[in-house]
């Protein structure tokens, strides 16, 4: 079998689209099209279904894709790493790695520091949401994802790497006022008299927290809104309003009493981080490497 029409398919595979293949191919949609007719031909059995926004793989493609993924990634690693693959060579691999910026930022990196004096270099991208972390992975773009989401499909291997608390903050000024009436029930009141600071306009960590806490959706809107968690962390210890924050991230805020926690529930909420791979591609050391030291790491987080 042509390994040219398995690197095709694997790519339209992860991309679930054959214009978004060819542009990772760097080759005609047409062209894209005829290799997978051929390989189609070829196996006598259909590998993807046409959809109105791209294709969708029947059984025998899903099949294929997870037997044959793994190997054409092994072999693009050694390609572009070369013969040698003795971890003492002094051959530098890249790991490409994906991550909402906080959290990459905070625990992520740094946990991976030690690596570097082994021949790894890092090259990372700030994913918005899980989703779009996931596709780009899917589609060969990074190494390695942490998301909270764990992903569907046999193609992204997801392993849990730790949870993260979340608090309910604002600043000391506001903390005499509101913990009182948030102790008595009155959490709608809370939201009533004091603004919200957020990382988007759908509330996704407020929302997450009064659901878990209260059993009831907030019914509030932001009057904040910074795409950062240390952005959010910061407005509110300004006097801004308040936030659901992770507690990792206002840890030292907290203990200088900066910020204040306005509960502190038996049961807090939390949400999981996933450290997600493509299927198969643990066989490469220098990504099995990271993955190990993550995991070693996130036992102290």
Not at 164 to 183: D, I, M, S, T, Y
Request: with cysteine; charged share 20%; glycine share 6%.
């Amino acid at each position: 079998m042509d390994l040219a029409l398995l690197r095709t398919f694997v790519t339209v595979h992860r991309a679930g689209s054959f214009t978004r293949a060819a542009t990772l191919l760097g080759l005609s949609q047409p062209a894209v099209t005829s290799q997978i007719r051929t390989l189609e031909r070829q196996l006598g059995r259909p590998l993807f279904l046409r959809q109105p926004r791209g294709v969708t793989p029947t059984p025998i493609g899903d099949e294929l894709a997870h037997r044959a993924a793994p190997h054409l990634d092994a072999l693009v690693e050694i390609a572009e790493a070369g013969l040698d693959l003795d971890e003492d060579s002094g051959v530098v691999r890249t790991l490409h790695l994906a991550g909402p910026p906080e959290f990459t930022s905070l625990r992520v990196l740094p946990a991976l520091t030690p690596l570097i004096a082994g021949g790894l270099a890092l090259r990372t991208s700030f994913a918005g949401n899980a989703e779009e972390a996931l596709e780009g992975l899917a589609a060969g773009h990074h190494d390695l994802a942490i998301t909270a989401a764990r992903p569907r499909g046999g193609l992204l291997t997801p392993t849990p790497l730790c949870d993260e608390e979340h608090v309910l903050v604002a600043a000391p000024r506001w903390a005499a006022r509101l913990v009182p009436e948030l102790r008595r029930g009155k959490h709608s009141l809370v939201l009533e008299q004091l603004p919200v600071v957020e990382v988007h306009e759908s509330l996704p960590f407020v929302s997450r927290y009064w659901s878990a806490v209260f059993d009831s959706p907030p019914a509030a809107a932001a009057t904040v809104i910074a795409p950062d968690l240390r952005a959010v962390r910061d407005s509110t210890a300004a006097g801004a309003g308040l936030a659901v924050l992770p507690r990792y991230l206002c840890q030292r805020d907290l203990a200088s009493g900066r910020i204040v926690a306005l509960l502190e529930p038996d049961v807090p909420p939390l949400r999981t981080y996933f450290l997600v791979v493509r299927a198969g591609t643990l066989a490469l050391p220098h990504i099995a490497r990271a993955h190990e030291e993550l995991l070693r790491a996130a036992a102290d987080w």
